[in-house]
């Protein structure tokens, strides 16, 4: 038999919480009436940072409410309250030797679920489902913006040609953006551009600057003769 003293005070939960350090449900294997009644004698959820395994446990019976309760209870006594009554602030006892029989009457104070009860629950129900589907939404449409320098073979590259060469690459998903020539090593000019893509199209950006940037002929793997090399600056989600 397992004791916990009221459960409305620190020492009742610290009780509560040390019991279910190694179990998932009061009694057995899955949730059963005794979870329901140890339930209905909280007087409202537990402190998730004091009380983890309690809080763990509360809101796993919380998402259940409503739902069927496969596990045949041992048997839950509330000491101090009288069947039917909701007590918070009562002395529980968990009996593993009790019968089903005070079990059921430790339930009277769990009735069918009312209409505005269902009505809520559905409502909360649609509410998670148009998150989720909003989360998928905007999975689809999730981009990214990439900072590149695109660095030439000499100072006699023409660097006006090698950035037509490179907004001349299209791809559905990809959207060339802005551009500036920087000054580097010994005075020569890179090209620096921005560019928007499309996750969902667009998985592997570093295939388009491999087969599409520094290859003069893919089939054959040559070299550009513009372009010596391509570095990502930054990669950031939008």
Known sequence: ????????????LKELDTFLLTKSYITGYQASRDDLAVF???ASAPSAKEYPHAARWYNHIKALLGES?????????????????SAPAAKMEVDDDSSDSDSDS???????????????????????????ARAAEK??????????????????????KMEED????????LL???SKLVTFAFGMKKLQM?????DTKIPSFDEIIEKDILLLDEDEEVQSELVQSVDILSFNKL
């Not at 309760?69 to 009554?85: R, W, Y």
């Not at 999975?139 to 006006?160: A, F, G, H, N, R």
């Open 176 to 178: 060339w953006g802005s």
């Open 69 to 85: 309760f496969p596990g045949q209870g041992k048997g839950v006594g509330l000491a101090g309250a009288s069947a039917g009554a």
């Open 1 to 12: 038999m397992a004791s916990f003293s009221d459960l409305s005070s620190a020492k009742g």
């Open 194 to 198: 921005t560019a928007v893509i499309e």
């Open 40 to 42: 209905g004698a909280m």
């Open 139 to 160: 999975e689809k449409k999730c981009k990214s913006l990439i900072v590149m320098d695109i660095k030439p073979w000499d100072d006699e590259t023409d660097l006006k």
């Open 106 to 132: 430790d339930l009277d104070l769990f009735g069918e679920m009312t209409e505005e009860e269902k009505a809520a629950q559905e409502k909360k129900k649609a509410v998670i489902a148009a998150a989720k």
């Open 166 to 173: 490179v907004r001349a690459i299209t791809y559905d998903g």
